[in-house]
């Protein structure tokens, strides 16, 4: 059975790639080892599918008492770069895998993958092509066209290896010639077209410096490596189901050890791109605030929102393992992030958009503190102290002058409860003679409702949140929506491309009141702002002001098409 989030239903099972390994097991292949590895290409930071990628790589080495390796896979230096290997390398910890000692590099193969090379040539099964990148794409035919074979391909041995030679010692200049796998141009799998090994890039790599001009094709570094390692399963994504026979021609004719490739569906969530380039793009052109601007499907944007490492796990666990393309709905990583946040947040009470109480009958100068429940889901959270005064701020929302039926909040002469606080009803409504906009609202409280208790069992019908306006501290909050408003902005209408569905309104800056609990405490905490949503601390905080992000609102989309 396969894991399935579809039609809003979950359902657990044990996935295929899992299936597989079980097998392997059951029939002691690889002396019942089981060694996986993550292989980014160090050309920008992970993304939420990469995520997917860790939590299986490293998911299944942990549930299988196996191993699972970090691969730089470095092998274009034009695009790569250390600030992506360290943003990487946070990501996974921060996502609660370890790699231990094993962090590895293609590019630690390079040598080894040379050698190969000459395997190659000595057996007759590669040859230097003098080819330029346009003539090989003319020559190379179409899936129901066979390709042509090139002028080169049929140089001797000797001659192949002096010109290998001669290309690594740096005689030639880029795009010059390449070395490729003498396969057959006329396989109807146009990768087995006779596809490059090795091009000429006469560049700097970040860790070889200037040892190597010729570097390797990610198809021939990639299951060399992967062997190198003893990887037992080699995990990617479909797009490389069409690779495998490359994969496995390469080892077989190299001669080495040789892992088993196995393909799954990408992760595609719906209202968001994930496309590295397109990221990229976004940064870049500065539509976003950097790569971790919280709009950002990255995990380090992910993280600054306010998401936890559980919740994109349990995330990933959920989504399960596909063999087809699908798109998830992004409404399903919300709901796994509200649950986790629900156990974890401690409440507090802020007022985004305040409308000032002022309670006649409560004593002038007077203020006490009132209990407060830190988490009821969470009894060892315990409790806290809210300061409660004469005057104090409630969400313009909770007020009405001219209710409709049936509308439960503060409305002239109704009575409601102020959380942990009392009950108060309005007397009075003070407005500006000239725009006629409500100004303050006037209440009297029952003192002998303190704590929100009903002192003769009397009912009110709603409670709502409140600061004391003395006590309450400024802070600036960051309210997020979604970064684009197409479901799949990647498919683009004529003329348009991603961009022109990005969403004007994905961030909105206001300033609210929050308790003064929140002066002290723990930053790295996340936090419930009581019928409102869940919140954390952005970076941006300092001594001097308190900066929220919004990570999410309570309404659970998702959970609500489950039901149904
Ligand atoms: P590129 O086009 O630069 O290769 P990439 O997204 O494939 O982009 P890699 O750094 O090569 O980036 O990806 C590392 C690993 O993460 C690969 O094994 C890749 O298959 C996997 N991966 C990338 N995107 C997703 C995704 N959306 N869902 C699941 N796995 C992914
Ligand atoms: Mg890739």
């Not at 600061?467 to 197409?486: G, H, N, P």
């Amino acid at each position: 059975m396969e894991n399935t989030a579809k039609d809003g239903k979950i359902e657990k099972g044990i996935h295929f790639i899992h299936q597989i390994i079980e097998d392997d097991l059951k029939n002691g292949k690889n002396e019942k080892r089981i060694h996986t590895r993550f292989p980014p290409e160090p050309n920008g930071y992970l993304h939420i599918g990469h995520a997917k990628s860790i939590c299986l790589n490293f998911g299944t080495a942990e549930k299988y008492n196996g191993l699972c390796n970090l691969r730089f896979d470095d092998t274009n230096p034009v695009k790569e770069d250390v600030e992506y290997v360290d943003s990487i390398k946070e990501d996974i910890q921060w996502l609660g895998f370890s790699w231990d000692n094993r962090e590895y590099y293609a590019s630690d193969y390079f040598g080894k993958l040379y050698e190969y090379a000459l395997i190659l040539i000595k057996k007759g099964k590669a040859y230097v092509c003098d080819m330029t990148a346009e003539e090989m794409s003319n020559s190379r035919g179409t899936p129901t066209v066979p390709g042509k074979e090139s002028h080169w391909r049929n140089r001797s041995v000797e001659e192949n290896l002096d010109l290998f030679e001669r290309m690594r010692m740096g005689e030639f200049k880029d795009g010059e010639k390449t070395l490729r796998a003498k396969i057959d141009m006329a396989s109807p799998n146009m990768h087995m077209r006779d596809p490059v090994m090795y091009r000429i890039i006469n560049a700097r790599h970040h860790r070889t410096g200037d040892k190597w001009c010729i570097y390797p094709m990610y198809d021939y570094a990639h299951g060399q490596s992967d062997s190198v390692e003893s990887i037992t399963h080699s995990i990617c994504t479909l797009e490389f189901e069409v690779h495998r026979p490359l994969y496995d021609w390469f080892i077989k004719e190299i001669g080495i050890y040789a892992p088993r490739q196995i393909e799954f569906a990408r992760l595609n969530l719906n209202y968001t791109v994930m496309s590295k380039r397109k990221l990229l793009e976004l940064v870049k052109e500065k539509y976003v605030n950097g790569w971790d601007d919280p709009r950002m499907p990255t995990i380090c944007g992910l993280r600054r929102r306010g998401y936890t490492p559980e919740s994109i796990r349990n995330f990933a666990d959920i989504v399960g393992v596909a063999k087809r393309d699908n798109a998830i709905d992004v409404a399903l990583l919300e709901h796994c992030l509200r649950e986790d946040l629900n156990k974890k947040a401690i409440r507090v009470m802020g007022v985004l958009n305040p409308l000032k109480v002022v309670i006649d009958n409560y004593p002038e100068g007077k203020d006490e503190l009132l209990d407060a429940i830190n988490n009821p889901e969470d009894e060892s959270a315990g409790k806290r102290k809210v300061p409660f005064s004469k005057v104090i701020y409630i969400e313009k929302d909770d007020f009405m002058e001219n209710p409709p039926k049936k509308y439960f909040r503060l409305s002239p002469g109704n009575e409601v409860r102020l959380r942990y606080a009392y009950f108060i009803r309005c007397t009075q409504v003070v407005k500006d003679e000239k725009t006629d906009d409500i100004i303050e609202v006037h209440c009297t409280y029952d003192p002998a409702s303190k704590g929100g208790n009903s002192p003769d069992g009397r009912k009110v019908q709603g409670t709502i949140h409140w600061v004391s306006a003395e006590y309450a501290v400024k802070a600036e909050v960051r309210l997020y929506d979604r970064l684009f408003i197409k479901e799949n902005p990647d498919d683009s209408e004529e003329g348009k491309d991603f961009k022109d569905y990005l969403n004007p309104d994905s961030l909105r800056i206001i300033t609210g009141y929050v308790e003064p609990f929140l002066k002290n405490t723990d930053r790295d905490m996340k936090y419930q702002f009581e019928r409102i949503g869940y919140f954390c601390f952005d970076k941006d905080t300092s001594p001097e002001k308190l900066v929220f992000n919004r990570t999410v609102t309570l309404k659970d989309s998702w959970a609500k098409m489950a039901a149904k």
